[in-house]
Nanobody, 129 residues
C-alpha cells in the first residue's frame, strides 16, 4: 500500500522547535518531490515548503522563511521539516504530499495542491503562548 506517514508533531511553547518527518511506505520517495502543507482551524490548507526529488531546489512560504528548513534523506526514504522559532500562528495540522510533477516548469506552482497526488494523514502541531 502506497502511503506517506507524518510524525513529529506535538505541543511546544512559543519560540520552541519541532522536526516533522514524512516517511514513504510502499514506494520510493527518491523520484518524488515532496511538499509540506498545513491547515489551521477555520482556514484553508496552505503550502509551507517543498523540496524537489534531488533536493536541489527548495521552496518556502514567506511566513516561514528563515525559520523552517526542509531536507530529505533518500537513504531513509524520508523528508524532514525542521521548524524553529515557532509561533502560535504556526498551529495547524501539517501534511506532507508527494508529486511527480514539480519540474522546473512548475516551480512557480510548488504550493498548489493539484500537483501532489499522494497525501499523508497529517500531524498536529500546537504552539502555545
Amino acid at each position: 500500500q502506497v502511503q506517506l506517514v507524518e510524525s513529529g508533531g506535538g505541543l511546544v511553547q512559543l519560540g520552541g522547535s519541532l522536526r516533522l518527518s514524512c516517511a514513504g511506505s510502499g514506494f520510493t520517495l527518491d523520484y518524488y518531490s515532496v511538499g509540506w502543507f498545513r491547515q489551521a482551524p477555520g482556514k484553508e490548507r496552505e503550502g509551507v515548503s517543498a523540496i524537489t526529488h534531488s533536493g536541489g531546489n527548495t521552496f518556502y512560504a514567506d511566513s516561514v522563511k528563515g525559520r523552517f528548513t526542509i531536507s530529505r534523506d533518500n537513504a531513509k526514504n524520508t523528508v524532514y521539516l525542521q521548524m524553529n522559532s515557532l509561533k502560535p500562528e504556526d498551529t495547524a495540522v501539517y501534511y506532507c504530499a508527494a508529486s511527480t510533477y514539480l519540474s522546473a516548469t512548475y516551480y512557480y506552482a510548488w504550493d498548489r495542491e493539484g500537483l501532489y497526488a499522494t497525501w499523508g494523514q497529517g500531524t498536529q502541531v500546537t504552539v502555545s503562548s
